[in-house]
């Protein structure tokens, strides 16, 4: 009998010890739910205060006793507790143990959770504060121009959220930080590729930054590929046609540029840029032809026709330049151009005219009359781009050659004198 008692006794002894280690557990979770309504109204924060402390107690009591130390609660608790205590504290000493530790607990909770995820909303809400955390962070570094603490920090919350925003900061981040180490730009493509994937609001500006980022890494080809996807997506987006544009021109897109210059200015009609775009493509290509014309030999009837497909492209590069200055008369890069293209054929015509053999003097100065009635045509425009710009060399050099066809040699060496104090040749 004496024996019994014993056992009875130790039995419940055992039974208030085993309730004393869930109490701490159960205290925890109170207060915390306790915490998590308090802190929504400026009226219990005193309280949501005091009651996150106690949380936070009791937690570290139940984290340390063997028989609640392991289970899956006590993780998701502990995450909860200490990710809501890093959240609330700006001062990052004492912050960031904080956060270590709920990230930490936070990734024990998950791969202890059982298959019904009884803590999944517990652990999916520490996370979201978690992600704030970093959010905040990451905001703070971006400002103070740390772009790669910031695209680490960005991406912890991209990681979590995985939203189109929190894709765009850390793509950002990346983007910024590859002007001082390149390997981030690939980092900054990776997230803006997946950014245009989906109906973000500011995909245009993305497909813009993207090529911008192809142009940095010396590529081109995917810098005019995603302009050109971006066009296509969106085809009233007038700062996306114009950089299709550029970036055509400068790899030798000429020919695929032509309809999608005039599809942009079918969207746009009195927009300058797009017409001295029109222009400079076709007077790209018509210098294409002359260099080929130029090389073909032994072959008039080839040369011949290179030569006007050379005529044809001015023409119709004089024509777009003409509507770009009609729109802006002191369109510098417009004038220039259309200085040069209607230059062309008077230099082409006097060129011409002095390789006629010297039994041909009938034919020689009906081609320099000829050559010299064009050159005036080209005059006006020749002297307005000096006037728009007096130290452009190229716009000299247009002028001076005017004058040199026209044995103008006082007005050429004056201009001469010009360009070499501009460092000309």
């Given amino acids: 009998m004496k024996l019994k008692l014993m056992m009875t006794g130790l039995l419940g002894l055992m039974s208030v010890a085993a309730f004393a280690q869930k109490g701490e557990l159960n205290n925890a979770k109170d207060k915390y739910e306790k915490f998590t309504v308090e802190q929504q109204s400026k009226f219990t924060l005193t309280q949501a205060a005091s009651d996150i402390q106690d949380a936070k107690t009791s937690i570290d009591k139940a984290s340390v006793n063997d028989k609640t130390a392991s289970l899956p609660l006590t993780y998701a608790l502990k995450g909860a507790i200490y990710s809501s205590l890093a959240l609330k504290d700006t001062v990052p000493a004492t912050s960031l143990p904080n956060f270590k530790i709920a990230d930490d607990a936070l990734a024990k909770a998950k791969s202890l959770d059982s298959a019904k995820n009884e803590n999944k909303a517990m652990i999916h809400a520490a996370y979201l504060n978690l992600a704030q955390y970093k959010f ?108 299709e544009i550029q970036i055509g021109l ?136 000096v006037d728009l710009n007096p130290k452009s060399i190229d716009a000299l050099t247009n002028l001076k050659a005017y004058y040199l066809v026209e044995q103008d040699m006082v007005n050429a060496n004056k201009i001469q004198k010009q360009i070499e104090a501009l460092g000309g040749n």
């Fill in 250 to 385: 400068q790899t030798g897109k000429q020919d695929q540029l032509v309809s999608k210059i005039q599809d942009a200015i079918t969207a746009n009609p009195n927009k300058k840029e797009l017409y001295y775009y029109d222009g400079l493509t076709y007077s790209q290509i018509s210098d294409a032809f002359a260099a080929k014309a130029k090389a073909t030999k032994n072959n008039p009837t080839e040369k011949a026709r290179l030569r006007q497909l050379r005529a044809d492209n001015d023409v119709k590069a004089a024509d777009a330049l003409k509507k770009a200055v009609a729109i802006d008369a002191s369109y510098y890069d417009a004038t220039l151009t259309l200085g040069y293209v209607l230059l062309n054929p008077g230099l082409d015509e006097y060129n011409a005219a002095n390789q006629l053999p010297t039994d041909k003097q009938k034919e020689f100065e009906a081609a320099m009359a000829k050559a010299k009635a064009d050159l005036e045509i080209a005059k006006p425009y020749l002297q307005k781009a």
């Fill in 136 to 243: 905040d962070e990451g905001r703070a570094e971006y400002s103070g121009k740390k772009y790669d603490l910031a695209y680490q920090s960005f991406g912890y919350y991209n990681n979590i959220v995985q939203d189109t925003t929190s894709t765009w900061v850390t793509g950002l981040a990346a983007a910024n930080q590859g002007d001082k180490d390149p390997k981030y730009y690939k980092y900054a493509i990776d997230n803006y590729s997946k950014l245009v994937k989906t109906n973000y609001s500011k995909n245009p500006g993305i497909y813009m930054d993207m090529s911008s980022i192809y142009l940095s890494m010396k590529d081109t080809a995917d810098a005019f590929r995603i302009t050109d996807e971006g066009v296509t997506k969106f085809p009233g987006n007038n700062d996306l046609r114009e950089r």
